[in-house]
């Protein structure tokens, strides 16, 4: 009888305890970065870019199922995977390109939150943007991750305030439906750019690292008794079931939600002449006139609570590629001294991000650049995700299915295509 994945000595495994680093990851994709560019892009275009979500779900869901079972299976993250079986260069190569984007993404999320608490309670927007600097990278580097990761399951709840916004505004949903299926598509760059930011802000690079780090961080733990499935194969069938449903749970709920957010856009600022929108934070102010008060709260409490999740994420997920592809120690539950690189890079490039907002560079408007940077620079390393699930003297008997090995694949190609199709179109 195979054996059950435990995911602690004397932890329940059912229900929400099984919900770990896929529906945290699949919430932190809804980070200030992703609300600004779902609220620019409804705006902009209204329903006509509905679709996208839609089109993005099964794409996620596989890219992040390959980066889980990467993780899971080999008890590394992708970072050092990739040292390890395409050389420290391509390693460097690749994670330069993720530090790069989840600095901008840092320095703009964290803007948007200072931007959105000063909407709710007025002040000095960038002494909130230091202190939500400084909460992250304390909670990080102190509170000890088995403790932590609990809050941030708590705070994926705060994305359910862009589902409240949509409950309490008037939908016209037969042209909703209408402008998803049958959706009026614009050929031109700037439309071009829209959709690569929608599906860059969707399927991220520090998602696939996150994710992957994450399982490695369970199954390298010594009070845990899951082990890389290349060890202990008898775990494989439980531990694919829970990273199935985890994965899928976290993916879905993230879309749904980046489903709303573009509708609000949609139907208070777009059908009201408004379509041009800076940030996550001008959405919220934008949204009062029309729907009032508390729908502008809502949304810019969302994006602070939304915020608290993804910043660390963002951070972390730097550190461990970092680490990784350097051979270093990397681990949330390492003391400070026992991973210098990995918590020198977090902290790093949380100061990085911090800086951002004190520079003549506005991190409000690299919001929606993150998301292009982003899905651009997914292409290179989602293709090495995928040969290094495929490859089957990396996975073993796990290696990749058909099923899976098709949708990673086709999330690529997609990828790829929408990154073309952008800069064919720039000039134009």
């Excluded at 909670?139 to 609990?150: D, G, N, R, T």
């Excluded at 860059?200 to 690292?209: A, D, M, N, R, V």
């Excluded at 208070?268 to 959405?283: E, N, P, Q, R, W």
Aim: hydrophobic share 55%; proline share 5%; charged share 10%.
């Amino acid at each position: 009888m195979p054996a059950k994945e435990v995911p602690a000595k004397g932890r329940k495994t059912a229900g929400w305890r099984r919900l770990s680093a896929g529906l945290i990851t699949g919430a932190a994709d809804d980070d200030p970065s992703g609300i600004a560019t779902y609220s620019q892009v409804g705006a902009a275009y209204g329903y006509g870019t509905l679709w996208s979500v839609f089109a993005a779900l099964p794409l996620m869901i596989g890219i992040q199922s390959v980066c889980a079972r990467i993780g899971r299976v080999t008890g590394s993250g992708v970072g050092a995977n990739i040292r390890a079986h395409y050389g420290r260069f391509s390693a460097y190569a690749l994670v330069l390109a993720l530090v790069i984007a989840n600095v901008i993404n840092l320095g703009a999320d964290i803007g948007a939150m200072g931007a959105a608490l000063k909407l709710l309670i007025g002040g000095p927007a960038l002494a909130y943007v230091a202190a939500f600097a400084l909460l992250s990278t304390a909670l990080q580097v102190y509170v000890p991750f088995p403790y932590y990761s609990p809050m941030l399951k708590v705070l994926t709840l705060s994305l359910f305030a862009y589902v409240a916004t949509v409950l309490i505004i008037k939908v016209p949903w037969t042209d909703v439906w209408k402008g998803t299926f049958w959706p009026q598509v614009h050929f031109g760059a700037s439309y071009a750019v829209a959709i690569v930011a929608v599906f860059g802000t969707t399927i991220s690079p520090y998602l696939f690292f996150w994710q992957a780090a994450q399982e490695a961080e369970e199954v390298n733990d010594p009070d845990n008794a899951r082990r890389p499935l290349k060890r202990k194969p008898s775990q494989g069938r439980d531990a694919l079931q829970r990273i199935r449903i985890d994965t899928v749970s976290g993916m879905l709920i993230s879309e749904i939600v980046a489903f709303f957010i573009i509708l609000t856009a949609a139907v208070v600022l777009h059908a009201h002449g408004k379509t041009h929108i800076d940030s996550a934070a001008a959405a919220a102010a934008a949204l009062e006139p029309v729907a009032g008060r508390f729908a502008s709260m809502l949304f810019a409490a969302g994006i602070v609570g939304t915020g608290l999740l993804a910043v660390p994420i963002l951070a972390g997920s730097a550190a461990f590629g970092t680490a990784e592809a350097f051979g270093k120690p990397c681990s949330l539950a390492r003391k400070p001294r026992q991973a210098k690189l990995f918590y020198g890079t977090l902290v790093l490039a949380s100061a990085l991000g911090l800086a951002l907002n004190v520079t003549p560079i506005n991190p409000i408007k690299a919001l929606y650049w993150s998301a292009v940077i982003n899905g651009v620079a997914a292409v290179p390393i989602m293709i090495v995700i995928m040969l290094l699930g495929a490859n089957r003297r990396i996975m073993g008997q796990f290696v990749l299915p058909w099923g899976l090995k098709i949708l990673g694949w086709v999330a690529t190609a997609v990828m790829a295509a929408a990154a073309i199709a952008m800069f064919v179109t720039w000039g134009r």
